[in-house]
């Protein structure tokens, strides 16, 4: 794997600024604060960015690794070969409309929670304290004080491994203690629509 190129390559995909970082230090990345370099963080800017990025890193069968905010995980030493992509601040786009919020993966589970109780909306008070993102509470059906993601989720938007976006309604997402469909299907969360 010639790291290099692939840099060369994405740059003309990962638009953003700060989108796309060589030998990427994973504890600023954690909030345990562990974890050496990533051969390449990606941090795309939309669904658009993700798709090519992760479609050229799949044709190169360059490893790919899925992080959100980097919470109730730990990294070693040594770091991650391959690609980290950051589904972070990016896509972070939250908007309500009736009863209804929709965020963006990369939107911390707390600014949901806060623009909900902004918005007079109820059901998402047990989230105010988890420090995850949004794709990461629905990946692993997050929850504390007697509520999680399964309750309050309509649906999700998901890259699949075979590069297709998807939708899937609640009931199509497996939820259970700390899982969801997406453990088994490589689906990377792109947004959720809660009630």
């Known amino acids: ?35 050496g370099p990533a051969d390449l ?7 658009e960015e993700l798709v090519q990025a992760v479609s050229f890193l799949r044709s190169g069968e360059i490893p790919v690794t899925v992080l959100g905010n980097g919470s109730n995980v730990l990294v070693k030493d040594g770091g991650i070969r391959g690609a980290v992509i950051r589904i972070g601040k990016n ?6 409309e009736g009863t209804e919020l929709t965020a963006g993966a990369g939107a911390l589970l707390s600014a949901a929670a806060a623009a909900a109780a902004g ?21 692993m ?5 007697g509520g999680e993601m399964s309750q309050i989720v309509v ?6 491994p075979d590069g297709s976006m998807r939708e899937f ?16 299907n490589g689906g990377i969360v792109t947004s959720c629509t809660m009630k």
């Open 91 to 96: 896509m972070a786009g939250i908007r309500t």
């Open 119 to 139: 918005a007079e909306l109820a059901g998402m008070e047990f989230a105010s304290g988890i420090p995850g993102s949004v794709g990461g509470a629905v990946f």
């Open 155 to 160: 649906s999700c938007r998901a890259l699949m």
């Open 169 to 184: 309604p609640a009931d199509q997402l497996e939820f259970g203690y700390r899982r969801s469909i997406f453990a088994k």
């Open 41 to 47: 963080l990606i941090q795309p800017s939309s669904e």
């Open 1 to 35: 794997m010639d790291i290099e190129k692939v840099f060369r390559e994405l740059s003309g995909i990962i638009r953003s600024e700060d989108g796309l970082v060589r030998d990427a230090l994973m504890k600023d990345y954690t909030t345990f604060k562990i974890g």
């Open 141 to 145: 059906n997050a929850g504390a004080y």
